[in-house]
T-cell receptor, first 115, second 116 residues
Framework: AQSVTQLGSHVSVSEGALVLLRCNYSSSVPPYLFWYVQYPNQGLQLLLKYTTGATLVKGINGFEAEFKKSETSFHLTKPSAHMSDAAEYFCAVSDPPGTGNQFYFGTGTSLTVIP | GAVVSQHPSWVICKSGTSVKIECRSLDFQATTMFWYRQFPKQSLMLMATSNEGSKATYEQGVEKDKFLINHASLTLSTLTVTSAHPEDSSFYIC????????????FGSGTRLTVV
């Protein structure tokens, strides 16, 4: 079974500062990993995903994440925070294709950007 | 591409009534759709997996007679909350996967249900 842990339910950064949102997973097989963003009263928007290949994945809005198998991590980063980045961020892991269709979400991290 | 439309975006209903929420894949076919529930400041909890042309698969603890799911076509799944109570008030989100566009799931915009 898969599981996801997001360290820090709330993260505050100053505008222009580095954003680092942490995500660790547990999986018995190579996982597929995702980061989603959710704005208030809205659905989830995919930021980026890792399936296979290059371990550094670039997504939308300047975000990127690196899959580190040795650390079972998939941390999300952005070099310079913008006010519009304030939102809820969810890390998710899924079963590999053919073994199921479930997503396992982390508990979420609320990002506040201070002007 | 891979757009999922969810309707309504918000609904208020009286206790004891039923509410139907629709989830449509607009530009792709989805044999499988998923229904999630999200409480304030919490993560998404999978309620059930909706399978086109067959019965839905419910997660443990989810009452299938209360949360009726119908997936009658390849582009539409509906969730009906029957005999709604205030504790059913929540944010409900559906998702679907366009298998022609790689491994990723698209989420609907969610439905805020308030039962009074």
């Amino acid at each position: 079974a898969q599981s996801v842990t997001q360290l820090g339910s709330h993260v505050s950064v100053s505008e222009g500062a580095l954003v680092l949102l942490r995500c660790n997973y547990s999986s018995s097989v190579p996982p597929y990993l995702f980061w989603y963003v959710q704005y208030p009263n809205q659905g989830l928007q995919l930021l980026l995903k890792y399936t296979t290949g290059a371990t550094l994945v670039k997504g939308i809005n300047g975000f990127e994440a690196e899959f580190k198998k040795s650390e079972t991590s998939f941390h999300l980063t952005k070099p310079s925070a913008h006010m519009s980045d304030a939102a809820e961020y969810f890390c998710a892991v899924s079963d590999p294709p053919g073994t199921g269709n479930q997503f396992y979400f982390g508990t979420g991290t609320s990002l506040t950007v201070i002007p | 591409g891979a757009v999922v439309s969810q309707h309504p975006s918000w609904v208020i209903c009286k206790s004891g009534t039923s509410v139907k929420i629709e989830c449509r894949s607009l530009d792709f076919q989805a044999t499988t759709m998923f229904w999630y529930r999200q409480f304030p400041k919490q993560s998404l909890m999978l309620m059930a997996t909706s399978n086109e042309g067959s019965k839905a698969t419910y997660e443990q603890g989810v009452e299938k007679d209360k949360f009726l799911i119908n997936h009658a076509s390849l582009t539409l799944s509906t969730l009906t909350v029957t005999s709604a109570h205030p504790e059913d008030s929540s944010f409900y989100i559906c998702s679907a996967r366009d298998v022609t566009k790689g491994y990723g799931y698209t989420f609907g915009s969610g439905t805020r249900l308030t039962v009074v």
